[in-house]
Nanobody, 115 residues
Framework: QVQLVESGGGLVQPGGSLRLSCAAS????????MGWYRQAPGKQRELVAT???????NYADSVKGRFTISRDNAINTVYLQMSGLKPEDTAVYYC?????????WGKGTLVTVSS
């Protein structure tokens, strides 16, 4: 089992920045990649960004150039630095750990972009 705890969500004005954190614990040796996903009201959950154990990154087109995913392996934490936030970025952001054979999910943290 892998446990994930997200933090860092909140209310931010358009154009602002936030950094989300996701701390992993438990059977972390099962994990080969971690990622951030989001779900806006009335919409399906979608990929935001992923990062593999060897540092390869993948981003949704909608966040390229604005969001950066990173990881600190020493403390088993993944970050999502978000800048240039737009109202359409408003969503619950979920951390995910892609493992063998299961995926694990955090409970989510709400990001609201509004003036």
């Amino acid at each position: 089992q892998v446990q994930l705890v997200e933090s860092g969500g909140g209310l931010v004005q358009p154009g602002g920045s936030l950094r989300l954190s996701c701390a992993a614990s438990g059977s972390i040796w099962l994990i080969y990649a971690m990622g951030w996903y989001r779900q806006a009201p009335g919409k399906q959950r979608e990929l935001v960004a992923t990062i593999t154990n060897d540092g390869r990154r993948n981003y949704a087109d909608s966040v390229k150039g604005r969001f950066t995913i990173s990881r600190d392996n020493a403390i088993n934490t993944v970050y999502l630095q978000m800048s240039g936030l737009k109202p359409e970025d408003t969503a619950v952001y979920y951390c995910a750990a892609h493992g063998t054979p299961f995926d694990y999910w955090g409970k989510g943290t709400l990001v609201t972009v509004s003036s």
